[in-house]
């Protein structure tokens, strides 16, 4: 058995597609023309999400040493889990807001996962199973 079949690292970057479910009955969104909403994110064994969740790490250090606190608070606020979903999001299609189609962009991404608490929990839940970056995984 080959190792590098399991290059976990290089196929979090290569991203996959979430195709959201409709948070009600677990059924794919689909678009007006048919196409399922989808959204592109990297992995957690990407370097953007290894790098945001190191940046963060070293925050509450720093925060503890200015708190003189012995104790780190690991808990990550809306915002920051917002912050980090959003830097591992390069892509996505149909998404619609207020009538509106959404460009996209890390910011768009940042507030849509702000606003939407479900497509949050959905993308946080996809990211984390390193099955979903697996080109069996149906991308």
Do not use: H
Not at 13 to 23: S, Y
Not at 66 to 91: F, G, N, P
Not at 114 to 138: C, H, T
């Amino acid at each position: 058995m080959d190792l590098s079949n399991f290059n976990v690292e290089k196929m979090a970057e290569q991203g996959a597609w979430l195709e959201l479910e409709n948070p009600e009955s677990g059924e794919v969104l689909e678009s007006d023309d048919g196409e399922p909403i989808a959204i592109k994110v990297l992995g957690t064994d990407s370097k953007a999400w290894r790098n945001k969740n190191r940046q963060f790490q070293q925050r509450r250090i720093a925060k503890m040493a200015r708190s003189r606190s012995k104790q780190i608070d690991y808990t990550m606020s809306d915002e920051d889990a917002c912050e980090l979903l959003s830097e591992c999001t390069v892509d996505w299609r149909g998404i619609v807001d207020d009538g509106e189609e959404l460009e996209f962009s890390k910011e768009a991404a940042e507030s849509l996962y702000l606003k939407y608490i479900w497509i949050r929990e959905q993308v946080d839940s996809f990211i984390g199973d390193r099955a979903n970056f697996f080109p069996s995984a149906s991308n």
